[in-house]
């Protein structure tokens, strides 16, 4: 190769390197290090010469399965739980003095468990003369007990020559009263969820 060759092959490479370093210096390459992720197609359109880019870590947030939906909670949990047991008895011993002898086991209601953990509203079992449901009523309001309105302290008369009471004279005895309230929303939750998780046999809540 001759000394005029070599020359024109050596000027072309530096014109060729003087045009590398000219854009370079115009259009630096983006520090792939540092920069922020571009995420999602409503991102900011990139500069001229910029690459877009998506974390690792955004792309597995994006296409992650969604959450699973949070548990509802009553809405009495908080004040149940800044209550204290004269405010809002957490168990209540179905036992009352009217009775001259309790001949079952006494009942002992889980009252924080229904409100909390079941989300029983407070007018699911406290109503007025009416038998309408306290809906307002809050923890820590005084309530009635069921005694003060269901005033016969026993279960009303069975057996052949038992008078024929309608519902609401039924209800004037205690022991009906409650067993109407209790039982009677146990099986209608047993029914709607097909299950027998809510007690309705004496046994089960007379527990010795």
């Known amino acids: 190769m001759d000394k005029k ?49 998506y974390a690792s870590e955004a792309v597995a947030a994006e296409s992650a399965a969604p959450a699973e939906p949070e548990e509802p ?16 008895p957490k168990t209540i011993a179905l036992k009352t003095e009217a009775y001259p002898e309790h001949t079952k086991p006494i009942v002992a209601f889980s009252h924080a468990k229904h409100v909390v953990d079941y989300m029983t ?14 809906d307002d009523l809050q923890v820590g309001d005084d309530a009635a007990k069921c005694i003060d309105c ?14 024929d009471l309608s519902d609401v004279e039924e209800r004037e005895y205690h022991a009906e009263a409650l067993h ?11 029914k709607e969820n097909n299950t027998r998780a809510a ?9 010795k």
């Open 150 to 163: 269901h005033t016969k302290p026993s279960e009303p008369p069975k057996g052949k020559d038992a008078p």
């Open 199 to 207: 007690p309705t046999s004496c046994s089960k809540c007379h527990a």
């Open 5 to 53: 060759s070599v020359l024109l092959i050596t000027g072309g490479v530096a014109i060729v390197l003087a045009l590398f370093v000219s854009i370079a210096v115009d259009h630096p390459f983006p520090d792939f290090y540092t920069r922020p992720a571009v995420v999602g197609p409503e991102a900011a359109p990139h500069g001229e010469g910029e690459v877009e880019m």
């Open 180 to 190: 109407q309230n209790c039982k009677n929303c146990h099986m209608t939750y047993n």
């Open 121 to 134: 509203g407070c007018g699911d079992c406290h109503h007025n003369e009416d038998g309408e449901p306290l």
């Open 73 to 88: 909670k009553s809405p009495y949990a908080g004040a149940v739980a800044a209550a204290d047991d004269a405010a809002f």
